[in-house]
């Protein structure tokens, strides 16, 4: 099995946060948050599977790791918020 990865960052050109989800056979998928909440562990697999989210995602392995990576990413950015 390929390494799976999720990134997120501040957009610079509008608010929000870009995200970028990287399945195992190394196909990239970009998304746009408006205004994100610190988890999305309430959405279903239909939304992250949705074109203008990250329709790379086949399988519970990938939503739980979104789910997972997500949460880190967005504490991450929210504490560099408050510290710059």
Excluded at 15 to 30: A, V
Excluded at 51 to 69: E, G, Q, Y
């Amino acid at each position: 099995m390929a390494k799976l990865k999720f990134e997120m960052w501040k957009c610079q050109k509008k608010r929000g946060y870009m995200s970028r989800f990287t399945d195992g056979r190394g196909i990239s998928t970009d998304s746009w948050w408006d205004s994100p909440q610190l988890s999305i562990d309430h959405v279903g697999p239909e939304y992250l599977k949705q074109p203008h989210r990250h329709p790379n995602t086949r399988n519970d392995r990938h939503i739980n790791f979104i789910k997972d990576r997500y949460k880190v990413e967005m504490a991450r950015l929210k504490a560099s918020e408050v510290e710059a």
